[in-house]
């Protein structure tokens, strides 16, 4: 399973890497496809009415990908707590670890803005994906 992103040129710095932020944007995008590879996808959750914004995210860079380069992002869920989730990500080039990371996210009643639980047969969802 993940996702393999090849880098367009968009994607690079005048020093011909991948810009740093552009990771999240990987992130995100392995985050949808982990979602809709087993039945389901963020508006799913919208309608049940949650929300789920990204509240903190960090990135560890450990080697720089290039321009043409065909990256392997591997999302896994490892934790459902109350009214959060965490995502935790591995990207890969041939088998080499390129950054690792993690997004947390919070789950937003639509309706109020505010913090809620999530709703029990979403959560079951989440953690029937044998990631937790």
Do not use: W
């Amino acid at each position: 399973m993940g996702l393999d992103v090849r880098v367009i040129y968009g994607d690079t710095d005048q020093m011909g890497v991948v810009y740093y932020a552009n990771y999240l944007r990987y992130f995100e995008a392995s985050r949808g496809n982990y979602l809709r590879e087993r039945g389901r996808s963020y508006r799913e959750f919208e309608r049940h009415g949650v929300l789920l914004p990204v509240v903190e995210a960090h990135v560890r860079y450990h080697s720089s990908a290039r321009y043409e380069d065909l990256l392997h992002i591997e999302p896994r869920i490892t934790s459902v707590r109350g009214a959060t989730l965490r995502f935790d990500y591995l990207v890969t080039r041939s088998g080499e670890l390129l950054a690792e990371g993690y997004t947390v996210h919070a789950c937003i009643a639509q309706a109020t803005g505010k913090p809620t639980r999530f709703p029990d047969d979403i959560r079951a969802l989440l953690q029937e994906q044998g990631s937790i």
